[in-house]
Each structure stands twice: as structure tokens, then as C-alpha cells.
């Protein structure tokens, strides 16, 4: 039995006082409705109406029942209207993630962004790397992401790739930043400063291979990742690190960003989220994040796709 639309004739027939008003009231035929009464009238085991030719009555039990009925007629009302703004995006938990390095400019733009068009979801954000959201993709324990590619895309739909040109940091005072723009056969002889291989395999091995295919190929890959530790090394020993201008704050009285010539270094993003599973929230986060690259880290449209040539771990050390 439908209890709610049961409840509904119920309260309808107990305020018009008449089948037939009650009838038109909720767009039905009388006769089935006196039925549905009737069914409920067996189901709760109380008698709701007293019946004549002439009028019907509402009974004392049906009074003291009729209160009960609203009240689960309007908490229905209301789960189906939270129902709805989970549905289009305007309330519930999204749990999203971005990669540890994206600019802090662009982290601020993407949730003041979401929390203007989206106040009323409760975003639980993460600092996880590509790997770590792929994993927390598959196991849904994450909602939507920002992936950087190439990687395993299997199982999930993806935004618009975006791509962002990396430039090199290097000290002010290195002979490379006297130039407008640094080729890479300029880095030879510094180390580089990258990210963990384990975070993105596909991203850093094409990173080096495109250095290689350019004349540079460090003496030594240092793995870091954070501003802070990326600049001591720099500052501390004899090598560079690549990134987006965005990413970079001119203000380093000791460290400057140049542009590669040529532009032969890009890393390729997209927000990304399982397959089926993109609710309202999820595309909107996606949308945010587009738009969000799109204005503050300068992202272009993506190139055709190049052949990958994934390197063994063991050719790169700390």
C-alpha cells in the first residue's frame, strides 16, 4: 500500500467533509478514493469516517489521527525537497580533491567560486596527488578530482584537458635567466628538482624523456615537491625545478622563473569523477575548476595526443 497517497485522501476527505470534493481536489474519480479509504481503514484497524446519504463525519479516532498524518505528510514533502537539492547540486557532502602543487591563487579562486554558486554543499577538499586519486576515485571515497594525464582513465569521465606550460626556476644569478627564454640544452650540468615518480609514473617519465629529446638530461633527479623545500634546493645546490609561471611568486629576491623556448614541457589536467556517478555537485566542482584554471593559471586547450615512453624507475635517483 502507498501509505503516502493513502494519507493524502485521508487529510483531503477530513478537510472537505465530502468524497466528492475531496475527490476533485486530488484530481481523482470518487470511487477509488472511497476505496483507498476504505483499504486504509483496514490497514490501521480504525474506522477514520462516519458515512450517511446525507454527510460524512470524521470519527474520534480519525481525529486524533489526522494531526499524525500531516505531520508525516509534511516530513515527506520536506525529504522529498532535500531529495531535490542533493539532486541539482545545492546541498549534501562533495568530496573533492586537487594536487598538492596547484598555485595557492588558484586553490582560493576554485573554492570561492564553489562556495558562491554551491553555499549550501558542504565541500570536504583534499590535498592528494594523481595517484591517490585515482584510488580514491575507484574505491568512491572521493566524488570528483583534478587529475593531471597522461594516467589510467579507465572507469571515469573527465572535464576539458587543459594544458599549462612549464617554465624552469632557477637561481637570478645563474647564467641560464640572463636570457628571455632558456633552452633546455642551457640546464645541462644542474640537477632537477621533481616530483615523486610514484605520484604520476606516466607524467614523470615523459617530463624527462622530453628533456632528453631536447639536450638536457640531468645529472640527478631530486625528488620534492613543496615551495619551500623546491626553493632550498635551489637555493642550496646546483639545480632547477620546472613549473607554471602562476605557481611562482615574483617576489623571490633569490630565485627567478624563465619561460623554455620553444615551450617543449606542459602538464595536461582535467577534473575527473566515476563513471555514472556524476551527480550535480560533482559536474558543478568540475565546471569550477575549469574555469578556475582557465583564469588564474593561464591552462590552453589540449594538442593532439603524443606517443608515451615510459622510462624504468631505476634510471632516476635521489
Known amino acids: 500500500m502507498d501509505l503516502i497517497r493513502h494519507l493524502q485522501c485521508f487529510v483531503a476527505v477530513a478537510e472537505e467533509s465530502h468524497f466528492g470534493r475531496a475527490a476533485q481536489r486530488l484530481g481523482m474519480a470518487q470511487p477509488p478514493l472511497s476505496q483507498r479509504i476504505q483499504r ?7 474506522r477514520l469516517f462516519e458515512r450517511t446519504s446525507r454527510q460524512v463525519t470524521i470519527t ?5 489521527l ?9 516530513r515527506s514533502e520536506a525529504l522529498r525537497a532535500t531529495a531535490r537539492r542533493i539532486q541539482e547540486g ?19 579562486a576554485i573554492l570561492a567560486a564553489f562556495r558562491h554558486r554551491h553555499g549550501g554543499v558542504e565541500l570536504e577538499l583534499q590535498e592528494l596527488t594523481t595517484a591517490d586519486q585515482l584510488a580514491g576515485l575507484a574505491s568512491h571515497d572521493l566524488d570528483v578530482g583534478l587529475i593531471r594525464h597522461p594516467c589510467d582513465v579507465a572507469g571515469l569521465e573527465l572535464g576539458p584537458v587543459q594544458r599549462h606550460e612549464l617554465g624552469v626556476l632557477l637561481l637570478r644569478d645563474a647564467p641560464a635567466a ?34 632528453a629529446r631536447h639536450g638536457y638530461t640531468p645529472a640527478a633527479v631530486r625528488h620534492g615537491q613543496g615551495p619551500s623545500f623546491t626553493r632550498g634546493l635551489i637555493l642550496s645546490s646546483r639545480a632547477v625545478a620546472f613549473t607554471s609561471r602562476d605557481a611562482h611568486p615574483a617576489q623571490d629576491p633569490d630565485i627567478t622563473w624563465r619561460p623554455l623556448t620553444g615551450a617543449p614541457l606542459t602538464l595536461r589536467h582535467s577534473a575527473a569523477w566515476p563513471r555514472g556517478r ?24 589540449d594538442l593532439p595526443p603524443t606517443p608515451l615512453h615510459l622510462r624504468p624507475a631505476a634510471e632516476y635517483w635521489i
Request: charged share 20%; net charge negative; aromatic share 4%.
Open 278 to 301: 556524476g551527480d550535480a555537485a560533482a559536474l558543478a566542482f568540475a565546471d569550477t575548476v575549469t574555469d578556475a584554471l582557465a583564469a588564474t593559471a593561464t591552462a590552453g586547450g
Open 178 to 211: 640572463r636570457s628571455g627564454t632558456v633552452p633546455l640544452t642551457a640546464l645541462t650540468g644542474y640537477d632537477l628538482i621533481l616530483f615523486p615518480r610514484a605520484q604520476a609514473p606516466a607524467v614523470h617519465d615523459d617530463l624527462l624523456t622530453t628533456c
Open 60 to 64: 474520534k479516532g480519525g481525529t486524533l
Open 40 to 46: 486504509l481503514e483496514r490497514e490501521l484497524g480504525v
Open 66 to 74: 489526522l494531526d499524525e498524518a500531516r505531520e508525516i505528510l509534511a
Open 90 to 108: 545545492r546541498t549534501g557532502l562533495l568530496r573533492a580533491a586537487l594536487p598538492p602543487d596547484l598555485a595557492g591563487d588558484t586553490v582560493a
